[in-house]
């Protein structure tokens, strides 16, 4: 490690090679070859034991009546929104990763952005409300970077109004409701399990429901809308999870507590150095939850701290410091997105959009390496005059 002065001014980089934002957590090879060489010996690769192993296991985890596996999360979210049944709008957040919306429009629905709350980063019940209008059909909401949503009052609106409840948590996996796994909650959750998350199977998805009905048309609709008479039932697709991938996922789910608990000792560790700095706020979550901290999101306040979220990132990067600004640009300002705003502003979502930078964080990350991002941080807001002159004339 490191000179005094920050990169960006000529020191030597905090870290040698780059730290990523993200490092998966895999099992061993030796954990799986036997598996792994049943099924290529078998010649079964898709639709086999593994599969209904992976979805009993993800439903026992739960505590949920069906576990889906899918292809993606964002599969998982256009069938659960095809299989209710969904018409017209759809109440949705903007701070939140474009396949929420993506899944949205390709199920024919309209999308209808609404604000969050600039603490815990979710979905705001109050706004989510004050979108309702005689055609729509459900809210749709995010456990944002696994920080678990306020469901209770977000059902109380959908009761109130008659509508759907879905959410997407696609960084659900580790995230704790009142001490239990997300999951139970509202018509369906939908799970990502991509190389970002803590539970991996490569690519992949769960639809997460106690609806037969719902559970029923998803698994159809994962086999091209044929029930297995060949006459389509409805239109679906390919959304199949191939057995290697739910092998995969077998062994992660068995790491999934001690990532959770790892990824949390981890924000500890940067709530305690971090928060000693001036303009630096962290993600709310509520008494009671435990976020899965898929990312670890900060925000900045670039007159207290001395240099804004871009500056930061910039400087970081020299340091070796990987960072994601997530979400920029939000949603309702994509190019494929922004024509359904109704002019109903976002102000919320604009200050994180602006504001949030994501630190790297992974499941077995160490602690000299979070105490090693930290002090950089410190060290670059000890010299932020100087740092900010810097990357103007850079
Ligand atoms: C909030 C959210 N929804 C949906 C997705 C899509 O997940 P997948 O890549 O499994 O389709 C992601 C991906 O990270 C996400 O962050």
């Known amino acids: 490690m490191s000179s005094n002065i920050p990169a960006v001014l000529g020191g030597k980089p905090t870290f040698d090679q780059m730290i990523s934002i993200v490092r998966p957590v ?13 099924i290529l010996n078998g010649g079964m690769v898709t639709k086999g034991r593994h599969l209904r192993a992976f979805e009993d ?8 009546k069906h576990a889906i596996a899918v292809s993606s999360c964002t599969t998982g979210l256009m069938l659960t929104y095809q299989g209710l049944g969904l018409a017209g709008d759809v109440v949705v957040p903007s701070f939140t990763f474009m396949a929420t919306v993506s899944a949205l429009v ?5 999308p209808v952005y609404a604000d969050v709350d600039r603490g815990t980063t979710n979905l705001d019940p109050a706004a989510a409300e004050a979108a309702i209008t005689p055609q729509t059909s459900a809210i749709v909401a995010v456990h944002n970077f696994g920080n678990p949503a306020d469901i209770e009052a977000l059902q109380a609106v959908a009761n109130r109004h008659g509508l759907k409840l879905i959410f997407d948590a696609a ?3 580790g995230a704790l409701y009142r001490g239990r796994p997300v999951g139970a909650q509202g018509d369906a959750h939908v799970y990502s399990l991509s190389p970002t998350k803590l539970l991996i199977t490569g690519e992949g998805g769960i639809v997460a429901t106690n609806e037969d009905e719902l559970a029923e048309r998803v698994r159809i609709g994962r086999e091209y809308g044929n029930d297995g008479h060949y ?5 679906g697709f390919n959304a199949r999870m191939p057995e290697f991938n739910a092998l995969l996922g077998l062994h992660s789910l068995k790491m999934l507590e001690d990532a959770a608990c790892r990824r ?3 924000v500890d560790i940067y709530h305690e150095q971090l928060g000693r700095l001036p303009g630096i706020g962290f993600q709310v979550v509520k008494n009671g939850n435990r976020c899965s901290y898929k990312d670890f999101s900060i925000t900045m306040e670039p007159e207290a701290f001395g240099l804004n979220r871009d500056e930061l990132a910039q400087a970081l990067a ?8 997530y979400y920029q640009p939000p949603v309702h300002r994509q190019t494929a997105y922004a024509h359904y705003t109704n002019g109903q502003p976002l102000p919320e979502t604009e200050w994180l959009s602006n504001h949030s930078l994501s630190l790297p964080i992974w499941s077995h990350m160490s602690d000299e390496v979070a105490l090693g991002i930290c ?14 002159k810097a990357l103007v004339t850079a």
């Open 106 to 110: 390709w199920a024919g629905l309209r």
């Open 26 to 38: 895999l099992p061993s090879f030796d954990h799986l070859k036997l598996e792994v060489s049943g």
């Open 375 to 388: 002090a950089t941080v410190s060290r670059i807001h000890e010299h932020c005059r100087a740092v900010q």
């Open 171 to 173: 960084h659900g996996f």
């Open 318 to 325: 020299a340091e070796n410091i990987d960072t994601r600004k």
């Open 57 to 64: 296991a993800v439903a026992q985890h739960l505590k949920i």
């Open 231 to 235: 006459d389509s039932v409805f239109a």
């Open 264 to 266: 949390n000792e981890v």
